[in-house]
């Protein structure tokens, strides 16, 4: 099993190689006590934006969009949401190669967020986010290296 800072690694970097594929500067943050992992400039604004690993499961792409505190020594609280701290989510999914910028003010939920690869089964549609709407980029993180290949056009920061 990969440790979860590998795991995380690998996500920022295929996340910056999308980020910069689409047309943005970015921007790394100095030290580890930000809330986002990185900062994108589109040539008028700057807008934060925290990296996650998404996972394929029931035909969606699922991540956390909260962090979790409970095994520090006294937490406080065991999960903290990013509302007012981050701007995007830059979400690298291995099992599809795709990366994916989701703006904050489209999750209103405060600990997972799904991003549809398939069709409901249910064929719900209303409040269903469709992964194809988000996507940047497809990033391919191997030994051999990294490897983009374009994906829907960018959103403006």
Do not use: W
């Given at each position: ?24 500067a ?11 992992d990185?900062?994108?400039?589109d ?5 934060r ?5 998404g ?8 991540f ?47 600990v ?25 980029s ?20």
């Open positions: 099993m990969k440790h979860p800072k590998d795991i995380g690694d690998r996500t920022t970097l295929a996340a910056m190689l999308a980020l910069r594929e689409a047309g943005f970015v921007l790394v943050p100095f030290g580890e006590n930000t809330r986002y990185l900062v994108i400039d040539g008028i604004r700057l807008a934006v925290q990296c996650k690993t996972r394929l499961r029931g035909g969606a792409i699922r956390a969009v909260c962090s979790c505190y409970g095994h520090h020594q006294r937490p406080g609280e065991s999960r903290r949401d990013y509302h007012g701290q981050v701007d995007y989510f830059a979400v690298h999914c291995p099992d599809t190669s795709g990366v994916y910028l989701v703006p904050m003010d489209d999750l209103p939920v405060k997972q967020a799904a991003l549809r690869v398939d069709p409901a089964r249910n064929c719900q549609s209303h409040g269903i986010r469709l992964a194809c709407d988000y996507e940047i497809r990033v391919m993180v191997t030994r051999e290296g990294l490897r983009a290949s374009s994906g829907g056009p960018a959103p403006s920061a």
